[in-house]
Nanobody, 124 residues
Framework: VQLQAFGGGWAQPGGSLRLSCAAS????????VGWFRQAPGKEREVVSC????????YYKESVKGRFAISRDSAKNTVYLEMNSLKPEDTADYYC??????????????????WGQGTQVTVSS
């Protein structure tokens, strides 16, 4: 499975962006998918994840109520809708899958497949 992340860009504080993680070479249906981000000078962190059935999600505390993850099997794509963006959301965002579980407190396992990063900049 190959992943392509896109949809990043610039937004003002309070604005919105929608990230997409499109898969090719195989179905995403059987895999949990996670979104990660890495800000300059900081370690990569888990932002959100969704399980293979789409009925379990996880959100980092600081994005709860602002971000929403979803998946579209027909499009073989996972989305991250980001609303009420804050400057501290500025980072490179990555999607990843394969051999991970999305559980109530985050991701278990190390993803085997990563998309390239898509940059999100939130500033006025």
């Amino acid at each position: 499975v190959q992943l392509q992340a896109f949809g990043g860009g610039w937004a003002q504080p309070g604005g919105s962006l929608r990230l997409s993680c499109a898969a090719s070479g195989g179905p995403l249906d059987y895999h949990a998918v996670g979104w990660f981000r890495q800000a300059p000078g900081k370690e990569r962190e888990v932002v959100s994840c969704i399980n293979s059935r789409g009925d379990r999600t996880y959100y980092k505390e600081s994005v709860k109520g602002r971000f929403a993850i979803s998946r579209d099997s027909a499009k073989n794509t996972v989305y991250l809708e980001m609303n009420s963006l804050k400057p501290e959301d500025t980072a490179d965002y990555y999607c990843a899958t394969h051999r991970i579980l999305c559980v109530s407190d985050g991701i278990r396992g190390t993803p085997g497949f990563w998309g390239q990063g898509t940059q999100v900049t939130v500033s006025s």
